[in-house]
């Protein structure tokens, strides 16, 4: 007994160094996303009205606390890192099971480029902070397919990241809580101040491309789970410093299929974006461009949809937080 005793130990001993040791070569530009995805589960059930799903030209792109600040709009900010088309659906399938919104945001700057047959990387590692759910598994299953060590190295990130052990930094063995209190307070929006100049091209010149069939597949999913669950959908790009091709391909499923779409490339003057103040680098807003996206957002919600003033409810989350 006392050598099957001594086996277990062994054995627990090394599977936790193994885990711990995983966590250590982790890439460290995930930890704002498990953040993210952390502050967004401690929301109260059924608390927000407008979720914005999508990658960093979401998540650094629209600050949604504008849009309660002028028309009282509950609106919360659920992007992050990267977001392939499909792993923004995770992210809606996710965020259904505590909220009901009654609008979708979703921005497409990675429409037509879903995470299939791919081994693991920081996209998908930081789902790992979203609970295990069928859509979760049927996610992994459109990344990873049938391979298994696929599998091993989510699970077990020692397998896919060792060689991160020739970068590691303190960051490595620490994880900063600095972003879990300012998502609360921005409503998950990340913001920045920082300013860099871009060229933006005239969208006119964009060669424009159609959708693919996975892309296809993966939006009718989202289209139909959001009406399923009363939700309307607005699809829309922001603008960045680059050729975005499948503009007049969302108008157009946009159209055929419920939906709207605003392509903010267009809308670039009239929103007043200034190239040279407004964005952080080339692909993404600063808090001063990603506010005036989020004011003419705003108007246009308030224009079309019913939404509640959460202004006038006391005590409320975009006040005195959650």
């Given at each position: 007994?006392?050598?099957?005793?001594?086996?277990?130990?062994?054995?627990?001993?090394?599977?936790?160094?193994?885990?711990?040791?995983g966590?250590?070569?982790?890439p460290?530009d995930?930890?704002?996303?498990f953040?993210?995805?952390?502050t967004f589960?401690?929301?109260p059930?059924?608390?927000?009205?407008?979720?914005v799903?999508?990658?960093?030209?979401?998540?650094?792109?629209?600050?949604?606390?504008k849009?309660?600040?002028?028309?009282g709009?509950?609106?919360?900010?659920?992007?992050?890192n990267?977001?392939?088309i499909?792993?923004?659906a995770?992210?809606?399938?996710?965020?259904?099971?505590?909220?009901s919104?009654?609008i979708?945001?979703?921005?497409?700057?990675?429409?037509?480029?879903?995470?299939?047959?791919?081994?693991l990387?920081?996209?998908?590692?930081y789902?790992?902070?979203?609970?295990?759910?069928?859509?979760k598994?049927?996610?992994?299953?459109?990344c990873?397919?049938?391979?298994?060590?696929?599998?091993?190295s989510?699970?077990?990130?020692l397998?896919a990241?060792h060689?991160?052990?020739?970068?590691?930094?303190?960051?490595?063995f620490?994880?900063?809580?600095q972003?879990?209190f300012d998502?609360?307070?921005?409503?998950?929006?990340r913001?920045s101040?920082?300013?860099?100049?871009?060229v933006?091209?005239?969208?006119?010149?964009?060669?424009?491309?159609p959708?693919s069939e996975e892309?296809?597949?993966?939006?009718?999913d989202?289209?139909?789970?959001c009406?399923?669950?009363?939700t309307?959908?607005?699809f829309?790009?922001?603008?960045?410093?680059?050729?975005?091709?499948?503009?007049d391909?969302?108008a157009?499923?946009?159209?055929?299929?419920g939906?709207?779409y605003i392509?903010?490339?267009?809308?670039?003057?009239?929103?007043?974006?200034?190239p040279?103040?407004?964005?952080q680098d080339a692909?993404?807003?600063?808090t001063?461009?990603?506010?005036?996206?989020?004011?003419?957002?705003?108007t246009y919600?308030?224009?079309?949809?019913?939404?509640?003033d959460?202004?006038l409810q006391?005590?409320?989350?975009?006040e005195?937080?959650f």
């Amino acid at each position: 007994m006392k050598k099957i005793l001594m086996s277990f130990i062994c054995l627990f001993l090394t599977f936790s160094m193994i885990l711990y040791l995983g966590k250590l070569v982790r890439p460290t530009d995930t930890d704002d996303d498990f953040l993210a995805i952390r502050t967004f589960h401690e929301l109260p059930e059924d608390s927000v009205d407008v979720i914005v799903y999508g990658s960093s030209h979401a998540w650094k792109g629209i600050n949604v606390k504008k849009m309660y600040e002028d028309y009282g709009i509950g609106a919360y900010n659920y992007a992050t890192n990267w977001q392939k088309i499909n792993t923004s659906a995770l992210f809606l399938h996710d965020s259904l099971r505590t909220q009901s919104p009654k609008i979708a945001l979703i921005e497409t700057v990675f429409v037509d480029d879903p995470k299939m047959d791919s081994d693991l990387d920081g996209e998908i590692y930081y789902t790992k902070a979203i609970p295990y759910s069928s859509d979760k598994a049927a996610y992994l299953k459109q990344c990873f397919g049938d391979h298994l060590g696929r599998y091993v190295s989510y699970y077990l990130p020692l397998v896919a990241f060792h060689e991160n052990r020739e970068n590691l930094t303190e960051y490595s063995f620490r994880e900063g809580l600095q972003w879990y209190f300012d998502f609360k307070s921005t409503m998950g929006f990340r913001s920045s101040d920082i300013i860099n100049p871009v060229v933006l091209t005239d969208w006119t010149s964009f060669e424009q491309k159609p959708l693919s069939e996975e892309a296809m597949n993966i939006l009718n999913d989202i289209v139909k789970t959001c009406h399923e669950s009363g939700t309307d959908v607005v699809f829309y790009t922001a603008p960045y410093e680059g050729e975005y091709c499948y503009g007049d391909a969302m108008a157009q499923y946009a159209s055929e299929n419920g939906c709207s779409y605003i392509d903010f490339f267009k809308l670039v003057d009239e929103l007043g974006i200034d190239p040279d103040s407004d964005f952080q680098d080339a692909g993404h807003l600063n808090t001063s461009g990603s506010t005036k996206l989020a004011a003419y957002m705003g108007t246009y919600l308030h224009e079309h949809f019913e939404l509640p003033d959460r202004r006038l409810q006391e005590d409320n989350i975009w006040e005195v937080g959650f």
